[in-house]
């Protein structure tokens, strides 16, 4: 286990703790009610529409917050050299070495229907990805900072031979 996934299963943990803690103390300090429903029910009506509200100034904020750093949307890096790549079925047709700590941006385009351009790094793990679409040119911005074998993988179920579409490159 890497110190990331320990940090995912210590952050899991505890959030798992603290909801059994608060369950508890709900559970200790609830007690039969003698009220009746036509008084219960208002009253939680009340308490929904406030937790509806809380939750949506909350979802704004960190909407407004978070905007920002939005990775969607912004022009990939222009200045880096540029790397052809067309998706087919099933297979990709792409350069088979890419230059290492230069900021390179992949022109992604698809031949017949749409594919998944999924960049794997020389553990296996998703680095990057984006969409191959026919007609349009996506354009995805990467930066390898480690020399390798990275291997190409579609994202996205286009026909029966999906499962065997891949393709490598080399970064050095
Ligand atoms: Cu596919």
Not at 101 to 113: M, Q
Not at 133 to 148: C, D, E, I, R
Request: glycine share 8%; aromatic share 12%; net charge neutral.
């Amino acid at each position: 286990m890497n110190s990331h996934s320990a940090a995912i299963l210590v952050g899991f943990l505890l959030c798992a703790g603290a909801i059994l803690i608060a369950m508890c103390l709900i559970a200790s300090t609830t007690h039969d009610t003698t009220e009746p429903q036509s008084v219960v029910q208002p009253k939680g009506y009340r308490l929904r529409r406030g937790w509806l509200w809380a939750l949506a100034a909350v979802a704004i904020v960190a909407f407004g917050i978070s905007l920002a750093g939005f990775p969607y949307g912004k022009p990939a890096e222009a200045d880096g050299p540029h790397f052809k790549v067309f998706a087919y079925q099933y297979g990709f047709q792409m350069p088979p070495r890419i230059p290492v700590n230069t900021a390179v941006v992949f022109d992604v385009t698809s031949r017949d229907v749409n594919h998944g351009f999924g960049i794997y790094d020389p553990t296996n793990h998703l680095m990057s990805q984006v969409q191959a679409m026919p007609g349009y040119v996506n354009h995805l911005a990467v930066t390898f900072t480690a020399k390798g074998h990275y291997t190409v993988r579609c994202l996205e179920y286009c026909g029966i031979a999906h499962a065997a579409m891949q393709e490598g490159f080399d970064v050095q």
